[in-house]
């Protein structure tokens, strides 16, 4: 399409809006609009600009994302729903929900991904039978491409998952690019893929069918009662590592799963069911009587090698952190199994000459419509094109007469546990050069117990500043730093809260990492937390002004990183 310029007098601008723009009611689009190859949607949002920064700076981190309780349940999402108007190729929408949506690493305050709830006031209103829009902003994938491609080699291969579109965003005029416009896990796609749409949905992020564990994979829709029976005895036949193929086989539909398991490997989606035991649902098909898997957040593909729990010796071909994948893959016909589907694969939809062309199709098509912040698209993409030429090649390499052998056994997802006690009553002052040496400014009475012991320390002081090192780069923060009497270690952290929270008044969440020493890590011991509630009796972010107020919470620990 031309993008013809032209001068006009503002009541013929008015009427030219008019004109192109249609409403619901006028126009009706179709689900297989909603979902074109040849073309990018044009979205357009508008929304109070309020409400707008209350989306974007709304997020998630890891201290409740991964709590302890979400081993018995869900965690709520942190993300509300507020009113907006939106406009997809011409034709308008009005009063739908918007929100933000993402777990941990694709959360972004200026291009955040979004959810889109067509009948958030208006009831009736839907496209075909869809309510639901997801629009995601790649920002682990500056390919852009992964779940475009990913998701269509998936339905290719008779593998059920999303359709998925490009979509230019722009809110309140501003353009934010390009977002992978993703089919939602509704009634519309289960009864496309399985024929019925009956059945029982759940979602799985960052969790596996480990004992205990059986309540954390979300439920969606259809009836709970048969499907959580079926992940506890799913549950309880993984425990048994001498566990059959053909037992796994009564819950699990194993023709569908090896399908789906193989293209999760020959895509490289570390941040899969099989990579991760993260971004998958799990359908209870009425038809079968037994579980299929379903890809999700499929922006991480087409790599050698994850990107988490980094392992040189794991095979390239095969993932198995998901105890399904694992269990399968310790039986010799388990292996032998995936290997024939994974050249199967290979032979009937892996075409090189095809993808690289489609890769460069796509860079034509959306180039255009790029944000600023989509700058490393190109150099990016060159990146999947290496890895389609040589996939082929890597992945008979290793399992051209057999399958490797792997017998590394993935642990349960991981957690953060309460691990001590922390209360803190202090007097600091707002200080734009955070002294991250001294510790005896201000005034703080500390307490800090781990494991039920008491901790002593001195030197204790407390400041006022911005997080980050580079002036106003994330959030407010009073910073608490003392020594530990027993070691001289110091012991320090910074209590974290949102900009538009940081007043005198109500409680407060708020928290961050606990160091020791001058830094931390990932290590055997894990990362230290801190989280709570801080309430402020004065506050303000001014040089030299006071901020005064207490603390209360709990020192956590990241349990279970690296399998």
Request: aromatic share 10%.
């Amino acid at each position: 399409m031309n993008l013809i310029y032209f001068k006009t007098t503002a009541a013929s601008l008015t009427a030219f809006i008019l004109y192109t723009t249609v409403s619901a009611v006028d126009k009706k689009l179709t689900l297989e609009e909603l979902f074109p190859t040849d073309r990018v949607l044009d979205v357009q949002i508008t929304v109070a600009e309020k409400d707008w920064d209350k989306i974007r700076h709304q997020s998630r981190d890891f201290v409740s994302a991964l709590h302890e309780k979400r081993k018995t349940e869900p965690i709520d999402g942190p993300y509300d729903y507020v009113n907006a108007d939106i406009t997809i190729d011409g034709v308008k929408f009005e009063k739908i929900g918007l929100r933000k949506k993402g777990f941990i690493g694709s959360q972004s305050s200026s291009r955040p991904s979004l959810k889109i709830k067509l009948n958030h006031t208006d009831k009736e209103q839907a496209i075909g039978k869809l309510t639901s829009l997801t629009m995601n902003n790649n920002k682990q994938d500056s390919t852009i491409v992964s779940q475009y491609m990913g998701y269509s080699l998936f339905n290719a291969a008779g593998s059920p998952a999303s359709r998925c579109a490009f979509a230019k965003v722009t809110v309140n005029g501003k353009n934010l690019g390009i977002y992978s416009h993703v089919e939602s896990m509704r009634k519309p796609l289960l009864a496309r893929a399985f024929g019925d749409n009956n059945g029982t949905l759940y979602e799985g992020t960052v969790v596996d069918f480990y004992e205990g564990w059986e309540g954390s994979i979300e439920h969606k829709r259809g009836d709970d009662k048969p499907g959580r029976e079926k992940i506890r005895q799913l549950i309880q036949l993984l425990e048994n590592d001498k566990v059959s193929e053909e037992a796994i086989g009564k819950l699990v539909d194993l023709d569908a799963f090896y399908r789906y398991w193989a293209i999760e490997g020959l895509l490289g989606f570390w941040d899969g069911y099989s990579g991760n035991s993260n971004n998958f649902f799990i359908y209870l098909n009425p038809k079968t009587d037994r579980f299929h898997f379903i890809p999700w957040g499929a922006d991480a593909l087409f790599r050698k090698r994850g990107m988490l729990n980094f392992e040189f010796r794991a095979p390239i071909s095969v993932k198995t952190k998901g105890r399904v994948a694992y269990r399968l893959y310790q039986l010799p016909e388990g292996r032998e199994r995936y290997r024939k589907t994974l050249h199967g694969l290979l032979k009937e939809h892996w075409n090189e000459k095809n993808l690289l062309a489609e890769c460069d199709r796509i860079e034509a098509l959306i180039k255009p419509h790029l944000n600023r912040e989509q700058n490393r698209f190109s150099r990016s993409l060159d990146g999947t094109r290496d890895f389609i030429e040589a996939r082929r090649r890597d992945i008979m390499k290793e399992t051209e007469d057999a399958m490797p052998t792997w017998r590394k056994e993935p642990k349960p997802p991981p957690v953060i546990a309460a691990i001590g006690k922390i209360k803190a009553k202090f007097s600091a002052t707002w200080m734009e050069d955070s002294p991250r040496e001294r510790t005896n400014i201000g005034k703080v009475e500390l307490r800090l117990s781990m494991g039920g012991r008491e901790v002593s320390l001195k030197d204790a002081g407390v400041h006022a500043s911005w997080t980050g090192s580079f002036g106003r780069s994330s959030k407010p923060s009073v910073r608490i730093v003392a020594t530990r009497a027993d070691n001289d270690k110091q012991v320090s952290f910074d209590l974290g809260m949102e900009e538009d929270t940081f007043h005198a008044g109500n409680d407060i969440q708020s928290g961050g990492v606990l160091k020791e020493g001058r830094g931390f890590s990932f290590g055997p011991l894990g990362m230290q937390f801190i989280g709570g509630k801080t309430r402020l009796t004065s506050a303000g972010m001014q040089e030299g002004d006071k901020v005064e107020g207490e603390f209360e919470g709990d020192v956590m620990k990241l349990i279970g990183m690296g399998r």
